[in-house]
């Protein structure tokens, strides 16, 4: 195997969105700031209702898919397709917003910690006009992969280790995506396939870890170089982190807000659409 290391650090920055809620953006930060075909990664997490209760009431997309997971707490998404998810810890909602969707994610508490993750995922041109879709994943649906030394929620795509090859609860989709939530106890260590071509992420949220031979920065996106493998070491007081790989699109990026297609013109088109109200229309 052909190990990969860490190749650029995307800080993680405390900002907020939604009606207030605060959080911790590391791609997506910056205008630009992509890792194709990752648009974005926020991590929030807090205990103060003041910082999250305001949630996210309805707001549009259109062009690329969202994945939230959920790790403390409560939400409920509602959208203009009828969908209604009750998203719980260890839960996932993954909407693909194709053509248009309109939705809200809500807190379902009025005190006590929500915490979780949201990623965007670019889709390629010819799926941006496909239509929307919801899935909501109960934690039990996730599977646990173990291993000697830790374990794996595997949410999107295939896991080789040892012998055998586990599969994601999500699969079949847009550019394969890897989604993996990695927890090593304290010194464990693991070695995780991942496609030559993918471009790949790691995103430690607890503890302490290191990858070939560099320290993993604390809630930033470790952006990845080259390679077919991540070697992962836990430090004493173990590790939890997410590990991102997908195929990339090599397509050109324009972005406004929630809509995300790959021209100015198109752009012009979902934001006339959505105020004349045709952005959900079924083409």
Do not use: C
């Amino acid at each position: 195997m052909n190990p990969r290391h860490i190749a650029r650090v995307v800080t993680g920055i405390e900002t907020s969105d939604g009606a207030g809620v605060r959080l911790r953006r590391s791609i997506g930060s910056q205008r630009g700031l992509y890792h194709d075909p990752f648009l974005m990664l926020d991590e929030f997490g807090t205990d103060k209702p003041e910082e999250y209760i305001a949630g996210f009431p309805p707001h549009p997309h259109r062009g690329f898919e969202t994945v939230t997971y959920m790790l403390e707490g409560h939400m409920l998404h509602e959208d203009h397709m009828g969908n209604r998810g009750e998203l719980g810890p260890g839960g996932v909602q993954w909407m693909t917003a194709g053509r248009g969707v309109i939705h809200s994610e809500m807190p379902q508490q009025q005190e006590g910690r929500l915490r979780g993750f949201q990623l965007w995922i670019n889709l390629p041109a010819a799926e941006k006009m496909k239509p929307a879709a919801y899935r909501d994943i109960p934690a039990a649906e996730i599977p646990l992969v173990r291993f000697e030394g830790g374990q794996v929620r595997l949410v999107a795509g295939r896991l080789a280790l040892g012998s055998s090859t586990h599969e994601g609860a999500v699969h079949g989709i847009s550019r394969e995506p890897l989604f993996a939530d990695v927890h090593l106890e304290a010194g464990g260590v693991v070695t995780i396939p991942v496609d030559a071509g993918a471009s790949a992420l790691v995103y430690l949220y607890e503890g302490s870890a290191r990858l070939g031979g560099d320290d993993v920065p604390p809630r930033s996106a470790a952006l990845l170089g080259a390679g077919d493998s991540v070697t992962l070491h836990a430090g004493a007081s173990g590790a939890r982190m997410l590990l991102l790989a997908a195929q990339p699109l090599n397509e050109a990026v324009v972005q406004y807000g929630p809509f995300v297609m790959n021209t100015r013109e198109e752009i012009e088109q979902a934001l006339a659409d959505y105020r004349s109200g045709r952005l959900t229309e079924t083409a």
